[in-house]
């Protein structure tokens, strides 16, 4: 079927049509128990079914009353829809029972998203005449939408921004955590655009079992971890939801567009939500999706509303941004372009996403180098042999091995991975060297992180927190 | 049963019982669909049962899925409970088959309020050492939530506040709207305190076809004709909710607190809404309901957390409130007071509340003094005989007529209304006569009220919508 997400702006999308569809159900059983006449019923359901037909030229779908269309919705209203292989992702949870993770290529067919291929990270190399960035090389980032109409932009030197985030779920940030702030600092360097950086305390403050303060305090402590990837403060605004909404004349609009284009029906289909679950969950979708407009921020760019947004984040969070821009159009507004990455695994393996609640599954940005050590040595799924013997004979196997694929994260050198793989492969590389390579990698970056996050002063979060004008004009 | 609505902070609101009665109904149905144990499914029933227990313990009423207990809620999922004789009322409608009007003491026992008794009125008269408003003389603010708390607070010195709001669905006001502002005008000089005043504009913007911009439009120039009722911009804050949100540090994070304990099962029994309805509208309770606590608005309670609020409104708002009372506790803040008016008729006769798109069912505050005139004239319900003859033997009947109801408004004159109303009922007046007193009353008062408005800038507008200190020490 099309590609509906990367069509132009659709007077009727297919959520729309899924919903009149809905509608008209409704009043053909309302007609039928309020006993309306004979000829009402029949002329209701006469233009049922051709909504029907229309759904189905639109969508290639039959249409099927509490499911929305599929592309749209990654997950039905009776729960996940896995796909063969039994891969679920979404917002909150990341599951597979592949020991090299998640499928990704089958994530790009029923995200209905695009890879991104040889030919794109060329174009980028290109038109920016610098290196992509490892995580491009090595496909960590490697799905997209629209990054081409971005490099169109770029090259015809109109403007765009940059948008992430982050759920403040504690105060603990593992090496995972920085896959999108690594990127998007490179991003922001070699394209030089305005940066905004969401903290959804409010998003937490409804999911977990916290008070508004600790959520907030997460925001803030998590915000120097972000500081220590070196953004540049005058260009970054880095905003906690639960203040930013209050002091901002832009950002609740645009939340409340949202809100009045988006029905419960949608996002019961596209994140799970149920009758049970509270209004705040319901709405917080729309808040997520706001700052991918650049009315939302009238301090850096002042009355203009067609600053196209670039989104780098896991995949996981692309559910929140197939509902912005099927909402989009419908509201004046452009569709953000994404870039996805992969999930970085936890030390047991990529079966699941690393998590901040268990120590060991995770190297913490606050861990001492002996911490991080025996961490590895302790945790690290290896794909090596259970005797030196048999690793020499058979060799290894990088595809399920975390500790090399953590290298791939975190090793710059293209030519020493390449040889440490051929050599784990071929058996000469034992995993406890494996592991030393990695333990000698992460190290260093962690303790220059330690060492730069100790500079961050609570002024300046304070100052990279105040809304107010970037180093760009608008 | 008990009156759950006035109880004090309760650990478990029959709310939470009849949710986690339908949660653990749930989790029964999951577990046998997905083949569970015996042992487990049996557990999980017999929780089941004894919730249901517990919560007809509670509520004196037996658990009935898909209905939250009836106190709270005065619409079932499947639309309106209506009385027996048919009265339908919530925040969007209100109907009623008898010429007389909604019955109010029906609405009373069914929205579990109290009545505004003799007792009452004469204890705000002592305690104020003020003759009690016409409204109040004559039963138009009729029913209320703890007043008897406030008139304590105020007899201890305790300070409260004031909230009332409007919906601003067009620029002009009629007759009608006019009541709660008289009524909290009245309030705040008797007891000297401060008032803030909501535009829903969002709500406007949610509900109708209107843009951001108009809804907003429409609050300003609803503003004016609530600043020339005459109320003291030292003591008096109105916000419009789209401007509000983004320039407080209190107001979100209340809203946000107020959404993680509603969920869409109890606004659905509460509102009526569907699955059909966008998220903002679902989401909107919370923001009518979040300005009943003074964290809402820092610049003027700066961090007070527990100066009550009384909301002086029409009886259509309670279930916002009911909800908001629901929660209170349960978030850390006190319940809000209520004082309830009853519906100002439509010229039309009490069947209906005015309607601001049909000019003919109000007194607009734009209409120029032949516009009364005709208007009472020509389409004032009249409870008067078909002849003169027939009305001189019969007398007039004043409980349906338009003009003697609106005189119950309008006319200050105790005696003066006696007096009409005996001569009315004797047939010694005729509707022509008594018609020409009330266009006698209502032509001046609106001339006056045009009056004052014009006096009101665009600067007097702004200096009201500015958040800032009120003339109260906190």
Same mark, same amino acid.
Request: glycine share 6%; aromatic share 10%; hydrophobic share 35%.
């Given at each position: ?180 702030? /690594? ?6 360097? @070699? ?16 999911? +977990? ?23 540049? /403060? ?47 969950? /319901? ?47 419908? /509201? ?37 180098? +002996? ?44 030519? +020493? ?28 970056? @962690? ?6 996050? +100790? ?20």
């Amino acid at each position: 079927m099309a590609d509906i997400q990367n069509g132009d702006s659709c007077s009727s999308s297919p959520l729309e049509l899924f919903e009149r569809v809905t509608a008209q159900g409704e009043k053909v059983r309302s007609l039928k128990a309020g006993k309306a006449s004979t000829e009402e019923i029949d002329a209701a359901v006469k233009l049922l079914l051709s909504l029907k037909v229309t759904y189905k030229t639109a969508t290639g779908q039959d249409y099927k009353a509490g499911s929305p269309p599929v592309d749209f919705s990654p997950v039905s209203n009776n729960g996940p829809i896995t796909t063969q292989d039994e891969d679920f992702v979404d917002p909150w949870t990341v599951q597979t029972s592949n020991a090299k993770g998640v499928d990704y290529d089958k994530l790009i067919v029923r995200f209905g998203s695009s890879k991104i291929d040889k030919e794109l990270i060329n174009r980028i190399e290109r038109v920016t005449g610098k290196t992509p960035h490892r995580f491009l090389r090595r496909g960590i980032f490697f799905s997209h939408r629209d990054m081409n109409q971005i490099l169109d932009a770029y090259e015809n030197k109109k403007p765009f921004y940059l948008y992430t985030g982050r759920g403040p779920s504690s105060e603990a940030m593992h090496v995972g955590h920085l896959i999108p702030f /690594i990127f998007t600092k490179w991003l922001q360097e @070699i394209f030089n655009v305005p940066l905004v950086i969401q903290l959804t305390d409010d998003e937490k403050y409804l999911w +977990k079992d916290l008070t508004i303060e600790r959520a907030y305090e997460y925001a803030i402590e998590n915000a120097k971890d972000i500081i220590a990837c070196g953004f540049d /403060i005058n260009k970054t605004f880095i905003f906690s939801d639960l203040d930013y909404l209050g002091m901002s004349s832009g950002y609740y609009k645009n939340v409340v567009k949202v809100q009045k284009h988006v029905t419960f029906n949608q996002v019961k289909g596209i994140f799970g939500f149920t009758d049970s679950d509270c209004i705040g969950k /319901i709405s917080f979708p729309a808040i997520q999706a706001a700052p991918s407009f650049s009315s939302s921020f009238p301090q850096i760019f002042k009355d203009k509303k067609d600053i196209q947004c670039l989104i780098p984040c896991a995949i996981d969070q692309d559910p929140y941004f197939r509902m912005t821009r099927d909402v989009a159009p419908r /509201i004046g507004y452009l569709k953000p372009a994404l870039l996805h990455s992969v999930f970085f695994p936890a030390l047991q393996g990529a079966q699941t996403k690393m998590s901040a609640s268990d120590p060991n599954t995770s190297i913490f940005l606050t861990d001492t180098p +002996k911490q991080i050590k025996t961490k590895i040595n302790k945790h690290a799924f290896s794909g090596g042999k259970d005797t030196i013997e048999e690793h020499r004979k058979y060799g290894g196997n990088c595809e399920v091995d975390v500790s090399y694929m953590y290298l791939t994260f975190f090793l710059e050198d293209d030519d +020493k991975l390449e040889q440490m793989k051929q050599a784990y492969t071929s058996g000469a590389l034992l995993t406890g060297e494996l592991k030393k390579v990695l333990i000698e990698t992460l190290q260093p970056l @962690i303790a220059a992180h330690q060492q730069r996050r +100790k500079q961050i002063t609570d002024e300046m979060v304070k100052q990279f927190m105040t809304p107010r004008k970037l180093a760009f004009d608008f």
